[in-house]
């Protein structure tokens, strides 16, 4: 199974909105419903931001949220502030019943 | 408060074993199918392994190979991953973690990790 494409760095301006892409095959995103995204600062754990596509959890900034098309699924962050600065990682679930990664996005707050 | 604490990480040589612990609290354990994530030093996140609600289901990602043996005690609240065969490229950091929704990647509690380093 490979990783999900993601690109590796995205950069934006404070106030301004960026949108990360999460790209796989109809084995994965395309194929279900069970897509999310993570956002993990340096030296932390994860943190859940979006699930089953376009579902925030309770406490998460609806500043972020979460689409698909297709086979590629995407991550919007509007209104970027100062601590939107983080690696970001979506996830799908996959045909094998597995889980499988994106390589990851840096985001960069200019 | 839910919380997942990880433990057993270590410094082992290749080919050596590890077992790794997940001791949860705060939530009803036996409602979660677990998972288990690493992160190699400077790398992404990949998924490891996950185990049903009861313990009878489990799977594993293809680089296991057979070397890794995810298990839980629903009476303590421990999840397990036995760790076999271990290589240098194995070094990570593990975090053991509860999905929402059954076999999904909808993590929404993490542990703080534990630390895997293979070396000779």
């Known amino acids: 199974q490979s990783a999900l494409t993601q690109p590796a760095s995205v950069s934006g301006s404070l106030g301004q909105s960026i949108t990360i892409s999460c790209t796989g095959s109809s084995n994965d995103v395309g194929g279900y419903n069970y897509v999310s995204w993570h956002q993990q600062h340096p030296g932390k754990a994860p943190k859940l931001i979006i699930s089953g596509v376009s579902n925030r959890p309770s406490g998460v900034s609806n500043r972020f949220s979460g689409s698909k098309s297709g086979n590629t699924a995407s991550l919007t962050i509007s209104g970027l502030q100062a601590e939107d600065e983080a690696d970001y990682y979506c996830?799908?679930?996959?045909?094998?019943?597995?889980?499988?990664f994106g390589g990851g996005t840096k985001l960069t707050v200019l | 408060e839910v919380q997942l604490v990880e433990s057993g990480g270590g410094s082992v040589q290749p080919g050596g074993s590890l077992r790794l612990s997940c001791a949860a609290s705060?939530?009803?354990?036996?409602?979660?199918?677990m998972h288990w994530v690493r992160q190699g030093p400077g790398e992404g996140l990949v998924w490891v392994s996950r185990i049903t609600t009861e313990g009878n289901g489990k799977d594993y990602a293809e680089f296991v190979k057979g070397r890794f043996t995810m298990s839980r005690d629903n009476a303590k609240n421990i999840v397990y991953l036995q760790l076999n065969g271990l290589r240098v490229d194995d070094t990570a950091v593990y975090y053991c973690?509860?999905?929402?929704?059954?076999?999904?990647?909808?993590?929404?509690?993490w542990g703080q990790g534990t630390l895997v380093t293979v070396s000779s």
């Open positions: 705060g939530f009803s354990f036996s409602d979660h199918w």
């Open positions: 973690t509860r999905s929402i929704t059954y076999g999904s990647g909808d993590f929404d509690y």
């Open positions: 996830n799908s679930f996959t045909s094998s019943h597995k889980v499988v």
